[in-house]
């Protein structure tokens, strides 16, 4: 996970992404970029936040970009994200999945901004998100950076999920499953990315009817998240229910509108209730 060494390739992704944008003076100069990071806590944590500061320090230094930062979280991370890409930053990182879709849904009314997180599954022509080292295969290596993270800051709900990640990709899915509990015990059970990421290591270590509670509790409290409608049609089809299973995939294809989202909900919470008493 060295974002001093990731950090840099960003910096030039963008610089081929974006478009110049005009200084005050209506002239740039040239090599000259704005990067700003935004993370969940503060970057003297000595953890997760500190290792994205070093990184942003790295542009500064070996590459000559003037760069900000700032902690935001909750309904502070747009107006923050939106306040840089604003006032001509060429690169906003948001330091976590939950910057994903916030920098998606302002990549269109900032094309001359690149949005990128450190995990998160959307994307758009100047947005995106990546994990580390996991797509390399360095997978133990991954582990061995996250636990130190969290050796040092274990109140780090995203470092939890990503040393899941690690684990999954490793087989060690009782481990990654009990890291993944702990990340909710930290973010609070009302995110539906870690109902669903916990289902999914069920379905892995075949507990259908465990891993459909979970994506129950997901659509409970986000009815259109198609993920959640995905891996419930898996764990539907694991315990022979095939029908079901095949609604649950339809729903994949055809998101549930928002006129009938307060029904689905009040029937996936019903749902839970009746697999939790079972």
């Given at each position: ?28 100069e040239e090599g000259s970029f704005k990067v700003a ?7 003297s944590d000595s953890g997760w936040n500190a290792m ?117 990709c490793l087989g060690r899915y009782e481990e990654a ?102």
């Open positions: 996970m060295r974002l001093r060494y990731f950090l840099p390739v960003l910096l030039a992704a963008a610089l081929g992404c974006g478009s110049s944008s005009s200084s005050p003076s209506g002239a740039k990071l935004v993370t969940p806590g503060p970057v994205a500061y070093q990184g942003l320090e790295a542009l500064k230094t070996d590459m000559g970009a003037e760069t900000a930062n700032q902690e935001a979280s909750g309904p502070k991370v747009r107006d923050a994200m939106r306040q840089y890409a604003q006032d001509g930053y060429g690169l906003v990182f948001g330091h976590g999945y939950e910057y994903n879709e916030p920098g998606v849904e302002l990549a269109k009314d900032f094309p001359e901004t690149v949005f990128v997180s450190s995990s998160g599954g959307k994307t758009a022509a100047n947005a995106g998100a990546f994990r580390f080292y996991l797509e390399q295969g360095c997978y133990q290596e991954a582990l061995a950076q996250f636990e130190q993270a969290l050796a040092l800051d274990p109140h780090q709900a995203e470092s939890w999920c990503s040393r899941a990640d690690a684990l999954s499953l009990q890291s993944i509990e702990q990340a909710q015990a930290l973010a609070g059970l009302s995110n539906a990315r870690l109902w669903v990421q916990k289902a999914v290591l069920l379905i892995l270590l075949n507990q259908p009817r465990l891993a459909l509670t979970c994506c129950n509790q997901a659509l409970w409290r986000s009815p259109s998240h198609t993920q959640a409608w995905l891996f419930r049609g898996v764990a539907l089809h694991g315990l022979g229910k095939f029908r079901a299973a095949y609604r649950s995939y339809q729903r994949v294809l055809h998101p549930v509108a928002p006129a009938v989202a307060n029904s689905v909900r009040r029937l996936c919470h019903d749902l839970a209730l009746d697999q939790q008493a079972g």
